[in-house]
């Protein structure tokens, strides 16, 4: 990366003083240069700053330290590696730079302007957990980030982001991008956020010999990694599995087309079909392990079901609150989640006792959008139990930007597995954090560390179950 001291100094020391300079880096320079005489005005530059695939930072130097609420979430959203914060004095020069390095916040360092090196060098991470990320078919901000979220839990370095605009590939525009990934260098996976279809994701990983995956496998991959209870690993066990099966189909599918349809014998096909019998195995062993496990929760069930106990069932997307709020009510102490996607897998049950009453409460997974079927179908045992809860509490996030569009993907999740609507009632979390209008009038929300709200929640709780007001 060619950032020299000299060129930074040419391009902000001309602005007024007060301003605020916004360069759009390339690798070999800056690309643009923005004079904003607000911070409002460079907000309003990043809200609709859109990189190409040339620019790979930003760096903004003002005399006023700029408010950034969450630099690492900007740059995630921004899709940029790197961002300046340049401090300048009155009279325009610049005093210090914080560099930030995209999803590796440790590596953030201050340097006094004069000491920062004439050329900016730039680590390039390496290994197998360096990745593209290509944000085909481009989505909204929120869509980019939460895929970019996901890439990161299931373990990845993003290295570089790409915009192709269109969702699916032609055979040429697979080929074509699979040639020019063979030729880019510094990454082993390649993450394509929207499944551009088997054909075209057989023809990128031919063409440029790397792994290409898509959103839905990231998804998969954290299934397995958080699984931790019996039934938790067998359905991500299942999810994977499956997907595997239906990767492996369409693939030979797909390429036996390629090489010139029926009668054309390949090479590997001996190989594929190993791979398929091996599949077809592992699918059957997790098939009958998880009908015992499926037994054991049937049994389980019945057993609450005999004990006249309502059951409340906790729902809503990853990351919305659902095991913190769970916590609160079981009265476990409030231990800081976690902010990784999908960190409970296994539906976990208590039964609790509220003003001498007694009821089952349930934590279930998170459900995030774009989990195909197959990955659905794994949280069989999940929707069992939602089906069968006497209440179902949806915990929406309404911190969360997007926490509509998220509440509605839920709450058609629920309607299309038969959930009737006036068994779920919404909460909204994270009042503490909320700075505009609470959403509902404030009457549903709740933030899961206050006392008083965790009573009231209680209360109200109680009396929908119980159909009695809850002794003082
Ligand atoms: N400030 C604040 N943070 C909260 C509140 N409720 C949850 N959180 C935080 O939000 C994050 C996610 O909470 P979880 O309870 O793990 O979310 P979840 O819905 O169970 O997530 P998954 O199991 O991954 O689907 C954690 O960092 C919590 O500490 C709240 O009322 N106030
Ligand atoms: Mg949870």
């Not at 570089?160 to 590939?169: D, G, H, N, Q, S």
């Not at 096909?269 to 997790?286: F, G, H, M, N, Y």
């Not at 659905?376 to 069968?388: R, S, V, W």
């Not at 909320?434 to 929640?457: M, Q």
Request: with cysteine.
């Amino acid at each position: 990366m060619r950032l020299d001291r000299p060129a930074l100094l040419d391009a902000i020391l001309p602005a007024p003083p007060g301003s605020f300079v916004v360069l759009e880096l390339t690798c070999d320079g800056i690309a643009r240069r923005a004079v904003h005489p607000t911070e409002w005005a460079v907000a309003d530059h990043l809200a609709r700053f859109r990189p190409s695939n040339r620019i790979v930072g930003l760096a903004i130097a003002s005399e006023r330290e700029l408010i950034l609420p969450d630099p690492g979430g900007l740059m995630d959203e921004l899709l940029i590696s790197f961002l300046f914060l340049i401090a300048r004095d009155e009279t325009g020069v610049p005093t210090t730079a914080t560099v930030r390095l995209r999803g590796d916040d440790a590596r953030r360092r201050a340097y006094p302007f004069f000491l920062m090196p004439e050329e900016f060098e730039l680590p390039v991470p390496r290994g197998a957990d360096t990745a593209i990320l290509l944000f085909n078919g481009a989505g909204d901000r929120s869509f980019l980030r939460e895929t970019m979220k996901l890439a990161r839990d299931a373990g990845y370095r993003i290295v570089a982001t790409e915009m192709p605009r269109a969702a699916t590939l032609t055979r040429t525009g697979a080929a074509t991008l699979g040639e020019r990934l063979a030729a880019a260098e510094g990454f082993d996976t390649v993450i394509f956020a929207r499944d551009p279809g088997a054909r075209a994701l057989a023809i990128v990983a031919r063409a440029c010999d790397k792994r290409v995956i898509t959103r839905e496998d990231l998804i998969v991959s954290i299934f397995e990694k958080r699984a931790d209870g019996q039934s938790g690993k067998l359905t991500a066990a299942a999810a994977a599995t499956g997907r595997e099966r239906v990767r492996h189909h369409e693939r030979s599918h797909g390429l036996s087309r390629l090489t010139g349809g029926v009668g054309a014998r390949g090479p590997g096909e001996t190989v594929q079909e190993e791979r398929k019998r091996s599949l077809k195995v592992r699918a059957r062993r997790i098939r009958e392990a998880l009908d015992k496990e499926r037994g054991r929760r049937e049994n389980q069930r019945k057993f609450r079901a005999r004990t006249n106990r309502p059951t409340v069932a906790i729902v809503g997307y990853t990351n919305a609150g659902k095991s913190t709020l769970f916590n609160a009510i079981v009265g476990e102490k409030v231990v800081r989640g976690s902010d990784e996607f999908f960190s409970s897998i296994d539906p976990k049950i208590r039964l609790v006792t509220l003003f001498g009453r007694k009821f089952f409460l349930l934590d279930t997974v998170g459900f995030i959008e774009g989990m195909s079927q197959g990955a659905l179908d794994a949280f069989e045992q999940t929707f069992t139990e939602i089906l069968n809860a006497t209440l179902i509490l949806q915990v929406v996030d309404p911190t969360d930007r997007e926490w509509r569009v998220k509440k509605r993907y839920v709450d058609e999740l629920l309607d299309s597995c038969g959930v009737a609507v006036g068994s779920v009632e919404v909460l909204y979390s994270k009042r503490d954090l909320l700075t505009g209008h609470p959403p509902d009038g404030g009457e549903r929300c709740y933030a899961a560390g206050d006392r008083g709200d965790v009573r009231r929640l209680k209360r109200s709780l109680f009396e929908r179950l119980f159909g009695e007001t809850a002794p003082a």
